[in-house]
T-cell receptor
């Protein structure tokens, strides 16, 4: 596809369940980023992958959050034992290694009941 | 001090006026500067980027960068109601070229 895609677009889960969010970056983009945006708030950086380098996990809020990326393709963000405060839109972005303009996917809206 | 600061607004302008959005940043080593537009319920959309001091124009949008004063601004000429959105400033910070630091955004309201 031409843009960043994310799935699912919406996810409703019960407190304590695990969820997996998926991001498919723009083809050829080596860098991939995950952000969280709570209602009415700014973007909160979570994690950044650049090629085969070790990911920058400095933004992950707790050890319940983890992310993986296979090569320069799809990434999954996993939230274990979800809490109500995890409710937010999770945004993925990608960029080409020579430039740092980030292009965002449509996001996954996560609601934890 | 926050790394990237923006007035949260809302900034209200009448249709046809010039909207001026401002952003200051703390890292003197920052090299690249971006403006994103985010409509309510949507994801951010890149509208402008600037790397050099001075002005960069694209249609009704002009980005202005002053590295000495560490601010970047976005001017929107002939503002339209469809420009009503939150505008996010982003700057590459001290952690490297590709990782961006985002401001919390300025909400712009353009009234007909």
């Amino acid at each position: 596809g031409a843009g960043v895609s994310q799935s699912p677009s919406n996810k409703v889960t019960e407190k304590g369940k695990d969820v997996e969010l998926r991001c498919d970056p723009i083809s050829g983009h080596t860098a991939l980023y995950w952000y969280r945006q709570r209602l009415g708030q700014g973007l909160e950086f979570l994690i950044y992958f650049q090629g085969n380098s070790a990911p920058d996990k400095s933004g992950l809020p707790s050890d319940r959050f983890s992310a993986e990326r296979t090569g320069e393709s799809v990434s999954t963000l996993t939230i274990q034992r979800t809490q109500q405060e995890d409710s937010a839109v999770y945004l993925c972005a990608s960029s080409f290694f020579r430039y740092n303009e980030q292009f965002f996917g449509p996001g996954t809206r996560l609601t934890v009941l | 001090q926050k790394e990237v600061e923006q007035n949260s607004g809302p900034l209200s302008v009448p249709e046809g006026a010039i909207a001026s959005l401002n952003c200051t940043y703390s890292d003197r080593g920052s090299q690249s500067f971006f403006w994103y537009r985010q409509y309510s319920g949507k994801s951010p959309e890149l509208i402008m980027f600037i790397y050099s001091n001075g002005d960069k124009e694209d249609g009704r949008f002009t980005a202005q960068l002053n590295k000495a004063s560490q601010y970047v601004s976005l001017l929107i000429r002939d503002s339209q109601p469809s420009d009503s959105a939150t505008y996010l400033c982003a700057v590459n910070g001290d952690t490297g070229f590709q990782k961006l630091v985002f401001g919390t955004g300025t909400r712009l309201l353009v009234s007909p």
